[in-house]
């Protein structure tokens, strides 16, 4: 199986961008994962939510496949423990699932189409983060997730 996280926009902070880096090369050790970062839309100021949301999709969905499971990062999306988390990607690994792409939205969220393209949706918190945070929250969850499955002595119940 490859898992994939694609996110709208770079990651700025220094950081975040090490913190990321840090779990991209824990995970190599673990599941095939590519990591796709597709530029901010240029000119949003001419644009009003929608369009923007809609000019965001036109470019992710040339990211997917056909047969590509896909979850958004949403707010309103099933809510996990770590544990249950990495049933959740065992669960995909053992259903044969080729590709398992999560998906990232920009500041206002996904357009339509990309909910109905969408197989489900997960949510990291009630709480709001902004979505370059999301990207380190959830490479390091997916790490956790992997160190569960080994049973190696990262997580800790």
Same mark, same amino acid.
């Given at each position: =199986? %490859?898992?994939?996280?694609?996110?709208?926009?770079?990651?700025?902070?220094?950081?975040?961008?090490?913190?990321?880096? %840090?779990?991209?090369?824990?995970?190599?050790?673990?599941?095939?994962?590519?990591?796709?970062?597709?530029?901010?839309?240029?000119?949003?100021?001419?644009?009003?939510?929608?369009?923007?949301?809609?000019?965001?999709? /036109?470019?992710?969905?040339?990211?997917?496949?056909?047969?590509?499971?896909?979850?958004? =990062?949403? /707010? %309103?999306?099933?809510?996990?423990?770590?544990?249950?988390?990495?049933?959740?990607?065992? %669960?995909?690994?053992?259903?044969?699932?080729?590709?398992?792409?999560?998906?990232?939205?920009?500041?206002?969220?996904?357009? /339509?189409?990309?909910?109905?393209?969408?197989?489900?949706?997960?949510?990291?918190?009630? =709480?709001?983060?902004?979505?370059?945070?999301?990207?380190?929250?959830?490479? /390091?969850?997916?790490?956790?997730?992997?160190?569960?499955?080994?049973?190696?002595?990262?997580?800790?119940?």
């Amino acid at each position: =199986m %490859k898992i994939s996280l694609i996110a709208i926009g770079k990651t700025e902070d220094k950081y975040l961008i090490e913190g990321i880096d %840090k779990y991209l090369s824990r995970l190599k050790h673990y599941i095939n994962f590519s990591f796709t970062v597709i530029p901010d839309i240029k000119n949003t100021k001419n644009l009003t939510e929608a369009q923007q949301k809609s000019k965001e999709a /036109e470019l992710i969905l040339k990211q997917l496949n056909n047969s590509d499971v896909v979850v958004l =990062m949403d /707010e %309103k999306g099933k809510k996990y423990s770590s544990v249950q988390f990495s049933q959740y990607i065992n %669960k995909q690994m053992v259903g044969s699932v080729q590709n398992l792409v999560f998906i990232i939205g920009g500041p206002y969220g996904f357009d /339509e189409s990309i909910y109905k393209r969408a197989n489900s949706s997960i949510s990291l918190s009630d =709480m709001t983060f902004s979505h370059q945070m999301v990207r380190l929250f959830f490479v /390091e969850q997916l790490y956790r997730a992997f160190t569960i499955l080994k049973n190696e002595p990262y997580h800790h119940e």
